[in-house]
């Protein structure tokens, strides 16, 4: 069974600082893996995915993340962070449920960026 | 091209009545997935409908029951409301072969159960 660690609950960070928020997983199968943010009072957005390729992932927002088979990891990285990445960030692995499949989430990291 | 949207925005019931939420799905989706999102926790995964047909469940209880119709919108009921039902509900739309790829989330309803 799939299942996602996120192992930072909240992160302070200064504004123009860099960022990475640390995603582990575990899965029997084929990852495919996905990182969405979620902003006060809001549903949750994609920011990237991992399917195939390149364990280089880059996003939206100047996010990207890093596919890391051996350590079992997907973090979210930012060289400069500002006061509008304040946001809630999950990190999910896709599930083999049905034919068209779901998404497991980790608890989420509250991203709060300071002046 | 409309986004996934979800009504009610916010709703109140009290403990043992039933609640009907709404999802409709972005335009030229045939698949609605329905997560439960606890104050403080990542979404968890309750149910998916495709073609009209339940295809997967996560593990909640059958009082948890959705439909969705021949324009691909859902609804999702829940009977005998418990405190803890108390979440904000997402419901997320995907096109035909594309469920990881391109799953879209509507803004939620939050219910709130006394």
């Known amino acids: 069974a799939q299942s996602v660690t996120q192992l930072d609950s909240q992160v302070p960070v200064f504004e123009e600082a860099p960022v990475e928020l640390r995603c582990n997983y575990s899965?029997?199968?084929?990852?495919?893996l996905f990182w969405y943010v979620q902003y006060p009072n809001q549903g949750l957005q994609l920011l990237l995915k991992?399917?195939?390729?390149?364990?280089l992932v880059k996003g939206i927002n100047g996010f990207e993340a890093e596919f890391n088979k051996s350590q079992t990891s997907f973090h979210l990285r930012k060289p400069s962070v500002h006061i509008s990445d304040t946001a809630e960030y999950f990190c999910?692995?896709?599930?083999?449920?049905?034919?068209?499949?779901?998404?497991?989430f980790g608890k989420g990291t509250k991203l709060s960026v300071k002046p | 091209e409309t986004g996934v949207t979800q009504s009610p925005t916010h709703l109140i019931k009290t403990r043992g009545q039933q609640v009907t939420l709404r999802c409709s799905s972005q335009?030229?989706?045939?698949?609605v997935s329905w997560y439960q999102q606890a104050l403080g926790q990542g979404p968890q995964f309750i149910f998916q409908?495709?073609?009209?047909?339940?295809?997967g469940r996560g593990n909640f209880p059958p009082r948890f029951s959705g439909l969705q119709f021949p324009n691909y919108s859902s609804e999702l009921n829940v009977n005998a409301l418990e405190l803890d039902d108390s979440a904000l509900y997402l419901c997320?739309?995907?096109?035909?072969?594309?469920?990881?790829?391109?799953?879209?989330f509507g803004p939620g309803t939050r219910l709130t159960v006394t």
């Open positions: 997320a739309s995907s096109a035909p072969g594309t469920a990881f790829d391109e799953q879209y």
């Open positions: 899965s029997s199968v084929s990852v495919y």
């Open positions: 991992y399917l195939s390729g390149s364990t």
């Open positions: 999910a692995v896709a599930n083999y449920g049905g034919s068209q499949g779901n998404l497991i």
């Open positions: 335009s030229g989706h045939n698949t």
């Open positions: 409908y495709y073609r009209e047909e339940e295809n």
